[in-house]
């Protein structure tokens, strides 16, 4: 993989984490079986950050990798 900081810049690269760091908590939740209105609300969000990590950078930014 890819030197995130050489591909993004150090800035981007704290929006990065905490994206991805948030995707993770997200995809938590929605294994604990939430209920259809909260689960909307996180399918939501998810393609929020989705939006979010493919208009900051390449493909693997949204845990995609190539490699």
Not at 15 to 23: E, F, G, H, P, Q
Not at 38 to 51: K, N, P
Request: charged fraction near 35%; avoid cysteine; hydrophobic fraction near 35%.
């Amino acid at each position: 993989m890819k030197d995130a900081a050489a591909e993004y810049g150090e800035g981007a690269m704290s929006t990065v984490a905490k994206l991805l760091a948030r995707k993770e908590r997200l995809l938590a939740q929605l294994e604990s079986d939430p209920g259809s209105n909260e689960r909307e609300e996180i399918e939501r969000q998810l393609a929020q950050i989705e939006t979010a990590l493919s208009l900051l950078g390449p493909g693997d930014a949204a845990g995609r990798s190539d490699e």
